[in-house]
């Protein structure tokens, strides 16, 4: 059985996996369609991660909304709530939700849906390191910013004024943490799937199941 733990949310930001509106620079690769399915196919492997994890509570922060008839359908499937995403820019966005789940939680952990090498041991581990009384907690990503992020304590100086999709989001982010005095820890580098080039990636790890075999 999965373990659980009143004190922990972890919040999954996704987009609802509409074509032509996700995963926008693999169209030209896998066409709209096969794009949206791709990102159907991960926010899938992404919540059963988070639910084989058994933190407490998970959440699915849903952007434009939470109509979706797939996200829906995974709220059911995974037992999570569905919550809408706030206005403004992505640090805005989980500024909020940070702020909300930490308002009846110790600990939030929050994830995108983009990260198929994230695994249960790298939630897990943030969860440990932040019950050991640190502020925060991060896995940074290849492309330079960060594929989880994990808070005991939420200030919106973390996030204004960063420029998202860049190449030094987590060097800006440790700056950050170091003018506010908070002390954090770093997980192993972890890739995610944008590129052509990750999806290649991606067939060869075998992390969705099918592994493209080398002539």
């Known amino acids: ?11 999954v930001f996704t987009k609802s ?8 620079r693999l169209i030209s690769l896998l066409g ?47 037992g999570i709530s569905l919550v809408p995403q706030s206005e403004g820019n992505l640090g805005m966005r989980m500024t909020h939700a940070l702020e909300r ?3 009846s939680a110790t600990r939030a952990i929050l994830i995108g849906t983009d990260c198929p090498a994230l695994t249960v041991r790298h939630l897990r581990d943030a969860d440990r390191i932040l019950s050991t009384g640190q502020d925060a907690v991060f896995a940074p990503a290849e492309d330079g910013g ?15 004024g960063i420029v998202w999709g860049e190449a030094n989001v987590m060097d800006e982010t440790r700056e ?7 002390c954090w820890q770093e997980l192993e580098t972890l890739w995610d799937v944008d590129r052509p080039e990750d999806y290649q990636r991606l067939l060869d790890s075998g992390l969705l199941g099918e592994k493209r075999a080398h002539a």
């Open 17 to 24: 996996p509409r074509p032509g509106a996700v995963k926008t």
């Open 101 to 103: 789940a930490l308002a």
């Open 32 to 78: 709209e369609e096969g794009a949206a399915a791709l990102h159907a196919r991960l926010i899938k492997r992404t919540l059963a991660t988070a639910r084989a994890a058994g933190l407490g509570d998970i959440e699915l922060h849903c952007t434009p909304d939470c109509e979706d008839p797939f996200l829906r359908f995974c709220g059911g499937r995974y």
């Open 176 to 182: 950050r943490l170091s003018g506010l005095g908070w």
């Open 146 to 160: 960060y594929a989880l992020i994990g808070l005991t304590r939420c200030d919106a100086r973390l996030f204004e």
């Open 1 to 11: 059985m999965p373990r659980t733990s009143n004190k922990t949310k972890l919040l």
